[in-house]
């Protein structure tokens, strides 16, 4: 290895412009990505193993700032993405999850409670699932690390 690009990957959207914040390898060898973009939607991009898009997913969420998402593939092969957000004219902070099939639609969505005592820090908060199928979050601010239930379908 010698630090050399072997190659490149562009991903764009013509419609909006988008910022990669966190991306993992899937079962199948290929990458999911979760992403921000203008007009405040979270997107969630599949590529398959040859790194082509297989599908992408924007979601509107409420208004507000986003400063976090983090996504994970669960045990179906579903993606978890959670989404941190701020509302600065009501001053107030909310995580979303949304959970999405293996073709990107929406299976379900869940929501903390508006200022709960765990939010994700923009600085490096981050959740993990356990073996157990729970979320464990690491939240930043109030150097707190809550587990949370999944919603059941």
């Known amino acids: 290895m010698n630090g050399n690009e072997l190659w490149h990957k562009y991903i764009a959207d013509s419609a909006r412009s988008i ?10 060898g290929g990458i999911a990505l979760s992403a921000t973009g203008t007009g ?3 997107i ?3 590529l398959n ?5 297989e599908w992408s ?11 976090k998402t983090d996504i994970h593939e669960l045990g179906d092969n579903s993606l978890l993405t959670m989404v941190g957000i701020y509302n600065y ?3 107030e902070a909310t995580t979303l999850f949304y959970n999405l099939k293996n073709n990107g639609e929406l299976n ?3 929501t903390l409670p508006k200022n709960s005592y765990c939010m994700p820090d923009p600085f490096g908060s981050e959740f993990i699932l356990t073996a157990d199928s729970n979320y464990l979050i ?6 707190a690390v809550s587990l949370i239930k999944p919603m059941s379908n």
Not at 20 to 26: E, K, P, R, V
Not at 49 to 53: I, R
Request: aromatic letters at 10%; charged letters at 15%; a negative charge.
């Open 19 to 28: 910022r990669i914040q966190h991306m993992i390898q899937t079962s199948d």
């Open 40 to 42: 405040n939607p979270v």
């Open 44 to 46: 969630i991009i599949k």
């Open 49 to 53: 193993p040859c790194f082509e898009l």
């Open 57 to 67: 997913r924007a979601i509107s969420i409420p208004t507000g700032i986003m400063f």
């Open 89 to 91: 004219e009501h001053q």
């Open 108 to 110: 379900w969505s869940d």
């Open 138 to 143: 690491n939240c930043g601010y109030n150097s």
